[in-house]
């Protein structure tokens, strides 16, 4: 079973520039989540999709990020315009159907540097 | 809000011996789900165990077990016979639902690295 795919794996912009990040989930999974993890600290949930619906994105900054996740697939991040504290990495996970018990599977991240 | 931590920032460990990673958390909710997570260097973040609050009995997974109580929203995770490979950054998380039942949002500590020396 083919894992939680993300590209690209890394990226490097100056500030105010703009960022997307994909995230191919684990086939079959109907959550989906965005993590940012800033060096240091543990990941934080920006958003979790129920299929293609928004579940929380209740500590995604909305005037700069932005997610959408089309046909409950693919997933795609966005950062516009960036700062330097977005400097992080962004975890991608998946689990099947979103239940409490459910294991989150992640991807292996895109680390972002905001010059 | 729920928060988790891990008082531990850094630990090591020789090769086959035993160690153990600390986690608190806070909460006010009685219905829960803990977790260990383990993030290797340059490498993606996977279970290692995980614990559900209303079972009184400590889960364990082959060397790694933990030692859950509840009453001290303590969370322990001991490694057994490290080994080279269990050298990673240790995660301690923690998740409820919100009223919706579909919220199952995974609260993280800031995480310990455990280092295991040959």
């Known amino acids: 079973e083919a894992g939680v795919a993300q590209s690209p794996r890394y990226k490097i912009i100056e500030k105010r520039q703009s960022v997307a990040f994909w995230c191919n989930p684990i086939s079959g999974h109907a959550t989906l989540y965005w993590y940012q993890q800033i060096l240091g600290q543990g990941p934080k949930l920006l958003i979790q999709?129920?299929?293609?619906?928004?579940?929380?994105d209740s500590q995604l900054p909305k005037d700069r990020f932005s997610a959408e996740r089309l046909k409950g697939v693919d997933s795609t991040l966005k950062i516009q315009p960036a700062k330097l504290e977005d400097s992080a990495v962004y975890l991608c996970a998946s689990s099947s159907v979103g239940r409490i018990q459910e294991t989150q599977y992640f991807g292996p991240g895109t680390r972002l540097l905001v010059l | 809000a729920q928060t988790v931590t891990q008082s531990q920032p850094e630990m090591s460990v020789q090769e086959a011996e035993t160690v153990t990673l600390s986690c608190t958390y806070d909460t006010s909710e009685n219905n829960y789900y803990l977790f260990w997570y383990k993030q290797p260097p340059s490498r993606q973040m996977i279970l290692v165990i995980r614990q559900e609050a209303y079972k009184q009995q400590n889960a364990t997974e082959n060397r790694f077990s933990v030692n859950f109580q509840k009453a001290a929203k303590s969370f322990s995770l001991k490694i057994s016979d490290s080994q080279l490979g269990d050298t990673a950054m240790y995660f301690c998380a923690f998740m409820i639902s919100n009223s919706g039942g579909s919220n199952y949002k995974l609260t993280f500590g800031k995480g310990t690295l455990l280092t295991v020396n040959p």
């Open positions: 999709f129920q299929n293609n619906g928004v579940v929380d």
